[in-house]
């Protein structure tokens, strides 16, 4: 089993973290260049709905998506040890154009390193809640 020494925990918390950041910016000023940060092999899961693979499809369901302004209220991140990769996890809120009220929202990612020393996303979680509707237990 790969382990890591404190000195590579750190660092690739606080690269998976400016990643995610780095994709929220992205995210509000141009979608179409997200394309960059996913690979042929990427999957989105969107809204446990919908499973959209390789970068093109995933990044035309990004852009297709209406104007809305996210929040990120926090980031966490936690390495994986096997291939020196993270997973984040972006929680907040969203407004779609219009709407006064915001919806919950989280969105996961798996990074995985590449060769050049970045990170692109593999697996990527999207989901949004209405805080007004009741949340029902599945387990």
């Known amino acids: ?6 000195e590579t925990l750190h660092r690739i918390i606080a690269e998976g973290k400016g990643f995610v950041e780095n994709y ?6 141009n979608r179409a260049e997200l394309v960059n940060l ?9 809204e446990c709905r919908e499973t959209i693979k390789g970068k093109e499809a995933i990044v035309a369901k990004l852009t297709s998506l209406q104007q809305c302004q996210l929040h990120i209220s926090q980031i966490d ?21 219009g709407k006064p009220e915001a919806l919950s ?7 995985e ?7 692109y996303i593999q697996g990527n979680l999207w989901k949004t809640f209405d805080p007004r509707e009741e949340m ?3 387990i």
């Open 77 to 97: 991140c936690t390495p994986v040890a096997l291939n020196r990769g993270a997973i984040v996890l972006a929680v907040g809120f969203l407004w779609l154009d």
């Open 38 to 46: 996913y690979r042929q092999e990427s999957v989105l899961n969107f």
């Open 24 to 29: 929220y910016r992205t995210f509000d000023a």
């Open 105 to 111: 929202f989280s969105q996961s990612f798996f990074l």
């Open 136 to 138: 029902r237990p599945i």
């Open 1 to 6: 089993m790969a382990r890591l020494g404190e």
């Open 113 to 119: 390193p590449t060769p050049e020393g970045s990170f």
